[in-house]
């Protein structure tokens, strides 16, 4: 079928922005650790069923040694670094600032895969990287006054915010570095949330990477067998271990196990992530791998940046948020971004 990597993508832009909903509810209610590791759990026994209706084998089949190394490293970077930063981004500046930050992770894919799989970058991608900054910088800068640096409403860069947003704006703030360098512009969202998502695109970009890696060996290593074409999801799995060890690890070593506890009663988080894991990492992360299988790297991932506008839809429609010009078109060019990078 033409394009059938093409549609694929489309379909985990489509699931990403439902589970970045999903998620965003649930860990506003119980914690992005708690959400990180249910969700894996609920994940894992998904594609376990899928997997044994499918090959006979609950687990991944067919693996060799290499395999596991690479995709344990891709779960580590995507899942446990990756998610960590961006499941606490969505409580910090919700889920469409966060996604919107989420078009950095091609750019960095195209980075990570120029160092580690001697893919080529070519100048057009230092514009789209440009493009995309700029994109991500009118929707998340505001323009203070001349005088005092305050901002107006008719000069906030941002547009469309809720009452879900939090503006980080105060006189301590206006002391610092940035603030000096550029008196007359701040963040319209709290730096720690920004950064934040950043680093859930850093995960993202490398964590694919790496995943590409690991499903090559993975091909050779289950040629001929009924695994091979499933891959993408027994692929899936095996990241999935590796992050739920590491989530583990994390609830167990900072203490939270009694929040985790707690958050398991919560009938309407659980509801939430439950709907997330198979919206996220059951179709969103498994079409996203078989994507990266039936078309080029590059093209896959800018269809699959495009969830910061879809995500635009249903904040219009079910969270009744206003969306205006500037919002819009700071997602458009930061997608736009994306697309020259890879040209």
């Known amino acids: 079928m033409q394009y059938f990597g093409e549609f694929i993508s489309i379909s985990v832009a489509v699931s990403w922005t439902f589970t970045a909903l999903f998620f965003e509810f649930a860990g506003k209610r119980i914690g992005s650790l708690s959400v990180n590791l249910l969700r894996l759990f609920f994940a894992f026994f998904l594609l376990g069923t899928m997997l044994y209706f499918t090959t ?14 690479w995709m344990s490293l891709s779960g580590v970077v995507g899942f446990v670094f990756g998610d960590l930063c961006l499941f606490y981004s969505y409580i910090l500046i919700t889920a469409r600032f966060s996604q919107l930050l989420m078009t950095l992770a091609p750019p960095f ?38 005088n005092g640096g305050k901002a107006n409403s008719g000069d906030t860069l941002v547009a469309g915010t809720s009452n879900l947003t939090v503006v980080a704006c105060c006189e301590k703030e206006k002391t610092s570095f940035l603030k000096k360098i550029t ?3 701040s963040l319209h969202l709290p730096l720690k949330g920004v950064l934040l998502g950043i680093g859930g695109a850093l995960g993202q970009g490398l964590g694919i990477v790496l995943s590409k890696q690991g499903m090559n060996h993975y091909s050779v290593a289950a040629a001929g067998s009924e695994v091979a074409s499933y891959i993408p999801f027994a692929a899936t799995q095996m ?20 929040v985790l506890r707690e958050g398991i009663k919560d009938k309407r988080a659980m509801g939430a992530i439950f709907m997330g ?26 269809i699959m940046a495009t969830t910061p506008i879809i995500i635009l839809i249903p904040y219009v429609l079910f969270y009744k948020r206003k969306v205006t010009f500037i919002e819009v078109l700071g997602a458009i060019l930061s997608v736009g971004g994306v697309s020259l990078f890879f040209l």
Do not use: C, H
């Not at 895969?113 to 230092?126: I, V």
């Not at 894991?277 to 800018?302: H, K, W």
């Open 56 to 69: 006979g084998s609950f687990l991944p089949a067919g693996a060799d040694t290499k395999t596991w190394i």
């Open 239 to 258: 990241r999935i271990i590796t992050g739920a060890i590491g989530f583990a690890l994390i609830i167990l070593l900072t203490k939270r196990v009694g």
């Open 183 to 185: 008196p007359n512009v």
């Open 109 to 146: 894919a195209a980075l990570f895969g120029w160092m580690l799989l001697g893919e080529k970058l070519s100048p057009m991608g230092f514009l789209g990287m440009s493009v995309t900054l700029l994109g991500i910088a009118i929707s998340i800068l505001k323009r203070g006054s001349a």
């Open 277 to 302: 894991a198979i919206f996220g990492p059951f179709i969103g992360v498994s079409l996203s791998l078989m994507a990266v299988q039936y078309t080029n790297t590059a093209v896959a991932s800018t």
